[in-house]
């Protein structure tokens, strides 16, 4: 990219909650974040805007080939640079076009040049998406973090057996029994999402039951996590007035 005071920073879907800020205990996350504040001494560490208001940001820098993120820096922000880094999501909220033009201010750019980072931006987290667990490398001694654990997340990859065939036969399904209407796996963040109906409760099960939700309405929308779950399969079980109507098995592979 080019060599921007100010650059945006889209982080791929595999990555999305594997920031400090989510993951450490807050105590933790308040220990780095307090002393990226002090070293900032109330102003913006790219812009220089003056605030007591700032956001600490972290810097990952991402590697394919070995699929790991290596924290580069923690640094505080202003709300405007900070909506440049994370410019789709200041797009979604309706200030899309105040992060480009303060992206231009600080970068004194172009738009051509805007939109030329931006586009590269994007084909950098296309390409970034292709990798679904991504291995955390970071020195917390280096940003006053000593003696901080790092717990890395183990998300199976889940093997959805339900083909859009299966589907629309389980939604024409004419019977009293609990129907699934569709199923969506996100296998970046390790969930399975159910939608049915005729169902009073779904149990989800491995060994044995280790989940229950239940329901009150006609249609029925519940997210499962296989975080952390060591198993090689699971299942789900509907439950309705009708009877009982029990899934295929979902494989779940290790893939770290």
């Known amino acids: 990219m080019e060599n921007f005071k100010l650059t945006i920073e889209l982080l791929p879907k595999g990555a999305w909650e594997n920031d400090f800020s989510k993951t450490l205990p807050k105590k933790d996350w308040d220990t780095l974040r307090n002393l990226c504040y002090d070293k900032a001494k109330n102003k913006c560490d790219i812009c220089g805007?003056?605030?007591?208001?700032?956001?600490?940001?972290?810097?990952?820098?991402?590697?394919i080939n070995t699929k790991t993120?290596?924290?580069?820096?923690?640094?505080a922000l202003c709300s405007k640079c900070h909506g440049v880094k994370h410019m789709r999501n200041s797009e979604r909220l309706g200030f899309g076009e105040n992060a480009k033009r303060h992206f231009m201010s600080v970068n004194n750019c172009s738009e051509?040049?805007?939109?030329?980072?931006?586009?590269?931006?994007?084909?950098?987290?296309e390409?970034?998406?292709?990798?679904?667990?991504?291995?955390?490398?970071?020195?917390?001694?280096?940003?006053?973090?000593k003696g901080i654990e790092i717990k890395e997340k183990y998300i199976p990859f889940i093997i959805n057996p339900y083909t859009e065939e299966d589907l629309t036969k389980c939604e024409n399904d004419c019977s009293l029994l609990p129907r699934i209407i569709n199923i969506d796996i996100n296998n970046y963040n390790g969930t399975i999402t159910l939608v049915c109906d005729r169902t009073n409760k779904v149990e989800w099960i491995c060994d044995n039951v280790i989940k229950t939700k239940f329901n009150f309405g006609r249609k029925f929308i519940t997210t499962f996590s296989v975080e952390d779950l060591n198993f090689p399969n699971i299942y789900f079980k509907l439950i309705g007035d009708g009877g009982e109507t029990e899934s295929k098995l979902f494989m779940l592979k290790s893939i770290n």
């Open 69 to 75: 993120q290596t924290l580069k820096d923690i640094v």
């Open 127 to 145: 390409e970034r998406n292709k990798v679904y667990r991504w291995k955390i490398k970071a020195d917390l001694d280096k940003f006053g973090g």
């Open 49 to 63: 805007y003056e605030t007591d208001d700032l956001d600490a940001h972290e810097i990952w820098d991402f590697n």
């Open 112 to 125: 051509l040049d805007f939109a030329s980072h931006y586009t590269q931006a994007q084909m950098d987290f």
